[in-house]
């Protein structure tokens, strides 16, 4: 009986021996630490990764995107992710532009326009109060052209705009330039040809941002001029609705001008847009804040009416 006894002891031990271990599993708390906005800790975590070893591949995601998209240790990180995994963790694409269609034309707050352009081959066309007009098409995923003008009440108006933008993780940096024809036929026989734009910066992604940008513009025959500093928000609310707001803090200047520059007047704008598929409209008011402006809101309590129509394709 006791070599019988010792004969089974000899088989379940041997049985339990030929059992493949599991691996072992890496502490989430470290896996943690790869991802902290610390570089010291980003760095403690991938050097205990590397002495541990990972046969679970818990980490291996995690030590691709370092490779990929730390600004410190992403050359350690494709070394160890070699070490590790026999292989170099495959590149990921760069980010691009957010898609203008599913949330109703990003590329603009209300009016103020965004960091973000219209996607590659894609065309838009909006009417705003009616009367001012503006076409754009995206011609890479980081450029696009347009032209704007207006129906000839009086005089031509016409002018080609461009809009250069680099996406971030984030939100995305853009720059605007604009230039615009201004050529009575009725009264005054001037022409006068306005040029500028500015920088632009937004947070956030199609469904949801925070713009900043300041924008200036000049007459090039006299050097008068304008510059416009602008903040503003657009939060898609529910399927096929935004709600927005912007202000603009505007102030003119020049040998001509007087008494406005920044600070001397506000406007804000706020409203809601109505979107579809490749359509929109905005339905929203403009609120002048300065001196002597209070009796506007006698006749308008709620402020101008700002109306556009939009359509993309």
């Given amino acids: 009986m006791r070599v019988l006894a010792a004969s089974v002891c000899c088989f379940s031990v041997a049985a339990l021996a030929q059992e493949p271990a599991e691996p072992r599993q890496l502490d989430p708390a470290l896996l943690g630490l790869c991802r902290s906005i610390d570089p010291a800790a980003r760095s403690y975590c991938l050097h205990s990764i590397a002495a541990q070893g990972d046969p679970g591949g818990q980490a291996k995601e995690t030590i691709a995107g370092m490779a990929n998209q730390d600004p410190v240790l992403s050359d350690e990180a494709a070394k160890t992710y070699a070490r590790l995994y026999a292989g170099a963790p495959a590149a990921r694409p760069p980010p691009q532009p957010p898609s203008t269609t599913p949330s109703g034309d990003p590329t603009r707050v209300i009016l103020a326009p965004t960091a973000f352009t219209r996607p590659q081959g894609t065309s838009s066309f909006n009417a705003f109060e009616l009367g001012t007009l503006t076409f754009d098409h995206g011609i890479t995923p980081n450029i696009a052209l347009g032209l704007h003008t207006a129906i000839p009440v009086g005089a031509f108006v016409f002018g080609p705009t461009v809009r250069m933008s680099l996406p971030f993780q984030g939100g995305a940096v853009g720059l605007e330039v604009d230039a615009l024809l201004f050529a009575p036929f009725v009264g005054s026989t001037s022409t006068y040809f306005v040029a500028g734009g500015g920088p632009i910066l937004t947070f956030g992604n199609s469904d949801r941002y925070l713009n900043l940008g300041v924008l200036s513009y000049f007459v090039t025959s006299n050097g008068d001029g304008v510059i416009i500093p602008h903040a503003g928000f657009s939060v898609l609310a529910t399927r096929g609705v935004r709600i ?60 101008i009416p700002f109306l556009n129509l939009g359509v993309g394709w």
């Fill in 244 to 303: 927005g707001a912007e202000v603009w803090i505007p102030g003119a200047y020049g040998r001509d001008v007087s008494s406005t520059g920044l600070g001397r007047i506000g406007v804000v704008l706020w409203g809601v847009r109505l979107f579809g598929q490749s359509f929109w409209g905005d339905i929203a008011l403009a609120d002048l804040i300065c001196d002597g402006c209070g009796g506007l809101y006698s006749v308008l309590p709620l402020g």
